[in-house]
C-alpha cells in the first residue's frame, strides 16, 4: 500500500507541477507574443518572464534558499556563470536575479512549438556545433553587456551526466566576453535543481524538492587578457564546485506501480 500512495502521490504531483508551469504561459501568450516582435518591449517580455517563474516556483510549494549577496537591479552589468542540472535552472535564475536579464540558450530552445520563436527573439540561442553560431551569440552577448544588460551563461554547454556532483568541463566562451567587455564572472551554484526535475530522457519526473541558489563573490575581470581566460575558467570552475551539497548527489529514482514489474519496461519507457 506503502509504495501505491507513493507512485499516487508522484503523479499528482508531476500532474500539478506542470499545470502551474503551463497555465501563466498559457494566459500570457497574447502579450508575449505581441511585446516578442520589437526588441524596444523586450524588457516587459522578461518582467513577464521572470514573474511566470517565481508565481510557478510559489505554486510548486517549494522553498527556495539564496546564499551569497543576491543581486539588486541596479547592480552594473556582469556575466553570471551556472552549473547546468536542470529544466528548472533557467526559471531559478529569473526568480533571483532581477532586473533586465539577457541568456544563452542552446537553439533547439527556439525549435519548441509555440513557446520557442518567443525565446529565441527575446534572449540569445547558439548552435555550440556551429562555429558561426557560437561567433554570432558572443557577439549579441557583447552587445547586451554594453547595453547594461547581464548575460547568464550556462559554461558546461549542456546539463551534466552527473548533476549536482561533477560538472562537464567548462567551455571558454563565457570567460572570453568577461574580459573583452570588462565585467565581472559571477559564479553561480545551483546544488538542488536536479532533485526537483532531473534530465531524464524520455520521461517528465518531478519530485517534491527544496531549492538553493549561491551567489559567489564576482571575479574581477579588468587588467587581464586572453591569455588569463584558462585561470578565470578554472577559477569559476572551482567556486560553483565548492557550493554542491554531497547528500544531493544522484537523481530521485523512478517509481512504478507495486503490481507492475520495473524490469520489463524499456528504459526510455516515460514513468513519473
Known sequence: MRHALRYIAHRLYTSWSTFWFVLPFAVTYPAQLLLSKKPQRH???HGINRRWSIFSIRMWGVPVRILGRQPRPSDPPCVYVANHSSYVDILLLFKAIPGFLNIIGKSALAEVPVWGPIFGRTYI????????SR??????ARQSLEKGRSVV???EGTISNKPGEE???????AFQLAIAAGVPIVPITMPLNHRFMPDVEGTLRVRYSPLQITFHAPIPTQGLTQ?????LRQQAYEAIASGFLPEAAGIPAPSFWPWSKPVAQ????PVA
Open 227 to 231: 591569455a588569463d581566460a584558462p585561470r
Open 266 to 269: 524499456p528504459a526510455e519507457q
Open 167 to 173: 560538472m562537464m568541463p567548462f567551455k571558454d566562451g
Open 125 to 132: 540561442t547558439v548552435n555550440r556545433n556551429s562555429a558561426v
Open 153 to 155: 551563461i550556462f559554461p
Open 135 to 140: 561567433g554570432r551569440s558572443m557577439v549579441l
Open 43 to 45: 524588457r516587459y517580455l
